[in-house]
């Protein structure tokens, strides 16, 4: 689904090298986590993804698609497969939860009559269908950022990316996040989570590839047993 081949990225202006000989493959239906301190480079890998960046060295396949290829409408075309989440919910502050669903749903072209219906689904899928009339200021951060889940959810993309989704938030609402962002990889979908926290892991074991100063040095599975099988250095 995402593979990344010897990818390194310098960005232009400072001309800081965010990233360094980066090789992965990510399948289609898995969940990752991409963890790392502040300035690991994961922001950049998810950009990379969105195609918000291009790669300064090596290639960034999307469903076997070089990136670096897209031109024009495909770069708005690919950004339709993925749903974004950021730390900050990002949120239109003038419009009411649904209305910022709908929002999206006419960016994105979908018949007005399958409105009511996605974004119902949607609001449900993270439990705050009675907040719909709400503007965002009037949301819990928790809650504000569960609607920024069902707007990224709404059009079932197949591929979930999320950067520090649970940042702002203590850790029974940064469940409740993961909760949905579970659901939605059951559903179907390849979910990466991009955390400096620990904790999220721990809740929910998944693949966690560790970023270090732009470098992979960690690639780890959780076993059948529960046992955690390493390969190093990759
Ligand atoms: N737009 C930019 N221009 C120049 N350098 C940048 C830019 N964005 C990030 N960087 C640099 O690239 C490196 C990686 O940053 P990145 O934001 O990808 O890390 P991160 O792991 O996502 O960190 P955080 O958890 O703090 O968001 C850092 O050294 C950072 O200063």
Known sequence: ??????????YPRTKTKALYNVS???????????????????STLLALVL????????????????????RGDQVALHRRRIGMVFQ????????????NLAFVLQVQGVPRKEWEVRIAQA???VGLVHKKRAFPEELSVGEAQRVALARALLTDPPVILADEPTGNLDLDNALMVLEILKAAHARGATV??????????????????LLKAGQVVRDERPGGDGSIRVKEGV
Do not use: C, W
Request: avoid cysteine; hydrophobic fraction near 45%; glycine fraction near 8%.
């Open 192 to 209: 990466v989570v991009a955390t400096h926290a620990r904790e999220l892991p721990e809740a929910y074991p998944a693949r966690t590839i």
């Open 88 to 99: 900050d919910h990002r949120l239109l502050s003038d419009l009411t939860v649904e209305e």
């Open 51 to 70: 195609r918000r960046l291009v790669a300064t060295e090596g290639a960034v396949y999307f469903q076997g698609q070089n990136l670096k290829a897209l």
């Open 123 to 125: 609001l449900r899928r």
């Open 1 to 10: 689904m995402i593979a990344f081949h010897r990818v390194g990225l310098e």
């Open 24 to 42: 992965l493959e990510i399948k289609k239906g898995e969940f990752v986590y991409l963890l790392g301190h502040s300035g690991a480079g994961k």
